[in-house]
């Protein structure tokens, strides 16, 4: 018994963008980007939402339209918990979650938002997983908790909206688009059979983004002062020093835009990856012998390939869709998932694991059973 994924879907904006169209606005070509990264072109969400994303994800999951993959049609009553996992929601509040239960109806559930970069839809996969177990477990306190036997669980990014589209280090790798699954408690199912979520401290800032909080502020210490509502928020400069852009923003660089030293990152990555994978399979019980296929978050392909070494697997154990989606952050790894279902790399019974790296640092990989 566990918690299954029954369904999985993805949906990317109508614009796409290859690479050798942004020389319009950086000095960059299709050959640097392409072996230093493998991606050939990106969607960017010009007219759609996040919602908007994560909307039409949910519904093939839920299977209420074409494309995805959806053992069975859920209907909205039939959902306990929406959890969306973005660091780029539309509004504050409600949460992304929230605009989700909405436009699809999920009256019956609790929805809430989580944040860890791009590590964020498999840190969601796993509080879902564990509400779900918690509600189901006979231990005591169980019959008072939240019902909780299904769940949707979302990425969705508009990442461009926090691109600085005059850097060339970073504009080149991210991308818009969500991806969904639903999971379902089942007695005759194993789902999914472990998770291992980690966070390191980012102490050298090497992957930061600030907030731009533009309202005016009319106070000072000693109380309401209308120059102070002129001047600006005080407090931004110390947040901007704490996360290492205060010379950036000095310099008239925008404030509310990721911030990355790529091989830093990567270095990062690389090892959370092979370390994410290796804990998984052990709380598992498996060995990497009995998985059938690995899908990793779609940062770049240079970093698979490393993992894929320090594993002793060849590439085609891995699901690669970055050519033409970029970096999605949160959205990356259900995206590629619902290509994996679709493209039937995924049979039932097939042991796969789901592994992210971001901002935080985070990291982690779940292991399922299909
Ligand atoms: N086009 C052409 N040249 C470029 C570009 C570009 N778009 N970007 C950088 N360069 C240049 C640099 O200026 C540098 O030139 P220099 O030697 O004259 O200074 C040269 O290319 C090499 O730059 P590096 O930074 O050393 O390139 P590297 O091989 O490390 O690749 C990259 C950079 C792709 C960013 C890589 O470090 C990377 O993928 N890092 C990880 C990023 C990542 O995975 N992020 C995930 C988290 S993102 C999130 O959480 C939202």
Redesign the pocket.
Same mark, same amino acid.
């Given at each position: 018994m566990g918690s299954t994924i029954i369904g999985c879907g993805k949906s990317l904006p109508a614009l796409e963008v290859e690479n050798d169209e !942004?020389k319009a606005l950086?000095?960059?070509?299709d050959e640097? /980007?392409t072996t230093?990264?493998g991606i050939k072109s990106r969607r960017i969400a010009v007219d759609e939402t996040n919602a908007d994303l994560g909307e039409e994800a949910a519904r093939q999951a839920l299977g209420w339209t074409e494309g995805g993959y959806a053992e069975r049609r859920i209907e909205a009553g039939e959902i306990d918990l929406v959890i969306c996992a973005t660091?780029t929601p539309d509004v504050v509040v409600p949460s992304a979650a929230g605009l989700l239960r909405r436009r699809l109806g999920l009256d019956n559930a609790i929805a809430f938002d989580v944040n860890a970069?791009?590590s964020g839809f498999i840190y969601g996969l796993t509080v879902a997983e564990t509400m779900i177990a918690a509600s189901a477990s006979n231990v005591a306190g169980a019959a008072g908790r939240n019902p909780i036997k299904r769940a949707l669980v979302v990425g969705a990014e508009r990442?461009t909206r926090l691109t600085n589209w005059s850097d060339? $280090?970073? @504009?080149? =790798?991210?991308g818009d688009g969500a991806g969904a699954a639903v999971l379902e408690w089942n007695e005759e199912r194993a789902g999914i059979l472990s998770s291992f979520i980690v966070n390191e401290d980012d102490i050298t800032n090497a =992957?930061t @983004?600030a907030n731009a909080f533009d309202a005016p502020q009319p106070f000072d210490k000693d109380g309401i002062s209308l120059e102070a509502a002129a001047a600006g928020d005080p407090a931004l400069p110390r947040t901007d020093e704490e996360i290492g852009t205060h010379a950036l923003v000095e310099a008239g660089r925008p404030r509310q835009v !990721?911030y990355?030293d *790529?091989?830093k990152?990567?270095k990062f990555?690389a090892e959370a990856m092979t370390t994410a994978v290796r804990q998984a399979v052990e709380r598992a019980g498996i060995t990497l012998d009995d998985v059938a296929c690995i899908v990793p978050?779609q940062? $770049?392909e240079? /970093?698979i390939k490393y993992a894929a070494k320090k594993l002793g697997r060849p590439m085609d154990f891995f699901q690669l869709s970055i050519a033409h989606t970029g $970096?999605s952050?949160a959205a990356s790894v259900p995206m590629a998932l619902a290509d994996a279902y679709e493209q039937g790399r995924i049979q039932r019974g097939d042991k796969v694991i789901v592994v992210a790296? *971001? *901002?935080g640092f985070t990291s982690g990989a779940v292991v399922f059973e299909a």
């Open positions: !942004l950086v000095d960059t070509n640097w /980007i230093r990264t660091v970069a791009c990442l060339r $280090n970073t @504009c080149v =790798l991210f =992957l @983004c !990721l990355m *790529g091989p990152v990567f990555a978050h940062a $770049n240079r /970093i $970096n952050s790296f *971001g *901002g």
